[in-house]
């Protein structure tokens, strides 16, 4: 009879499928190194460096990067390092435009209950200038920022 | 000071009109009609509730400022203005209210009312919180490991007081016909989840405390002890309230819809969603542990308290499974089914859910980042959750177990495919929507293909989940629909006369026959006791028409197959 059949067969349908992606999912996240090295000398590749060193502690190392270096400023933790779980950073568009680039990224982040898989995004765009033939940070936005009221004399 | 006394008026006019309301209703109750007499019940029961709480509020009130250490001294006139006045209003409202009611509760066919029933359930859901709140508040203050607490302490015993005078003494004096399982059912649930929270909440800070003096080398944390005390006073209490309320009284009642409920949706789902919790982290914690990046005593610092949620979850579980699932017999019945099903919804949806967080992690390892730190938490979280439901589902779903036709004609099994179809319709449907917003807002704004894939990922995962776990239920509905549609022969309806309590037959008949069941008391008879269930099945036994009259009068049971004309 092939209705009694029937069951088993979508048993192990919905079984394979379950199995394959998890096999998949298991392969790609062990094997894959998906981080991209950018050109270090583009405006993407100074993001990439800024937030490397920021996600690492090493605010001074950022700060060199920007145009704002030599000025006077509150050092703070950047808020993106308070996360202590996921973070990851995608490359959105890059537009560069004379002596000035804006680089929009894609943040997404999660904490709290690991099983849940809750995670939320933002989109941020740094703001950069070429000074004397290299890039400089010009405008850090929010969960990056590592130096508070730079304006104060 | 004249205008802080309009609210009190306030007060005082809504009782004193609500008795004159209650009193006239009751005057004209001679010839009422059923809804009369129902609306009246209802008024007098909620008056009598509010009067009895504005009573017992004044009086602990009024206690709490005598107490040594009350806060006569700091808080000053409002507070004593108010105690008196609700005691004033409240203490000679409540006793007239009572008053009347006890000449109400003595007119026949009464104390079957489902108001009263309501109304001794209600007392206890409330003064049983404010018992167990206000004492353990108050002990904690009296034994100097919580913060001044007289009017909590007084509150504990005067309203403790009300609720052990309404269950001793009101309880058995008028003892409800319908629903009497309300109240311990009610009180067994206030026992059982303080005694659960309290128990989690001490063990787990047991073991944090004994890991971290492990793995720290540190002195016990400031404050552990009056904590931990704080904890072990809340599980005393709710264990106290359990073994009154659950081991001496509602045990031992017929089971009912009210305590199945009670069983299966405190006992056991409760019991098993705070265990596979905690398994589920567990886990986690395990599979994260090789890639983490954090200190690995600091990464298990989370499985501690999640052992201490296993172990009272698990007993929890363990415990009212062993309930449920008392007599054999119960496996091939409605309350059997509805246990399986709990279950395998449990790990069904940890299960679906897991899927797609590793959908999820599938999709953000593909696309290309240029940071990432952790990535392989969301993999170890979806993975987590598979590794905990699957089997959870498997053992109680039994895939491989070709169901028998009692189960797919059970309510049960119809209830719990119709719940997945309509639950996984709703999920699935909401995903497609904040996916397509996704897809369209990267579209139109001309984002770069990786980021509309990060963007879609989340929704796209739990689409996969919910499809995969859809379409294997809608297979498996429709693999069963021909024997599920089959018309059994037998009574849809069953009208049962007695002059005794039917609540074993009624279920026993329900189980049976799968019929509705209607009881009619014949009036002017004293209650004979229980209807024997095996009896009236038999009586039933072999008739095929569709409407049944049973007779369970002076001892004898007879069936009568009836037609409506």
Known sequence: MSEARSPDRT????????AIIVVVAIAVVLTGDRVVELDPSSPEGVVQQYMNFVLDGDEEEALALTTFADEECTRVRAEITYQEETVRIVLGDVDVSGDRADVDVTVTRSDGDPLSGYEWSEHVTFELERVDGEWKIDEVPWPFVVCEERFLP | MIGGLWPLALVVLLVIGGIALARRIGREGGGEGPEGGTLRRVVTTLLLLGLLILAATGVAQLLGLALPGGEIVRRGAGDIAQALALTIVGVPGFA??????????ERPGESRSVAWSIYLTLVTLVFGIGTVVGLVNGIRWVVGVG?????ALSLGVVWGAVWVWHVLVVGSRFTPVRIPEGPPVVGSAIGLVTATTGLTGALGL????????????????????????????????????????????????????????YTLVLGVFGGAVLALTAVGGIVFALLDAPFTDADLVEHFDVVPPLIAGLIVGWAVWRYHRAVVLEHPAVLETDTGFAYHYLLAGVGLVAAAGGLGVVVNALLAALVPAIETRNATRLLAGGLAGLVVGTPVWWRTWRPTVAPSEIEIRSAARRIYLTVLAGLGSLVGLISLIILMYGLFEGVIDGQPFETIVDNIRAPLGVLVGTSIVGWYHV?????????????????????????????????????????????????GVEDTGPVDADQAVQAVEGIEDREVLVLALDGRIEAIPVERV
């Not at chain 2, 913060?147 to 009017?151: D, G």
């Not at chain 2, 404050?223 to 509602?250: C, H, I, P």
């Open chain 1, 11 to 18: 048993l192990i349908g919905a079984v394979a499928a379950v």
């Open chain 2, 96 to 105: 007239l209210a009572w008053r009347y009611q006890t000449r109400v509760l």
């Open chain 2, 147 to 151: 913060p001044r607490a007289s009017t």
């Open chain 2, 206 to 261: 047991l073991f944090s405390e004994a890991y971290a003096t492990m793995t720290e080398e540190v002195a016990l944390s400031a404050g552990f002890g009056d904590e931990f005390f704080s904890l072990l006073l809340w599980f005393v209490a709710g264990t106290a309230v359990w073994t009154w309320q659950w081991l001496g009284d509602a045990r031992h009642r017929e089971t009912s819809v009210l305590r199945s409920t």
């Open chain 2, 475 to 523: 297979r498996i509905w429709r693999s069963e629909r021909h024997v599920a549609a089959v018309e059994v022969p037998g009574p849809r309806a069953i009208t049962l006369v007695t002059t005794g309590t039917a609540g074993a037959a009624v279920k026993a008949l329900e189980e049976r026959y799968h019929a509705r069941v209607r009881v009619l008391h014949r009036t």
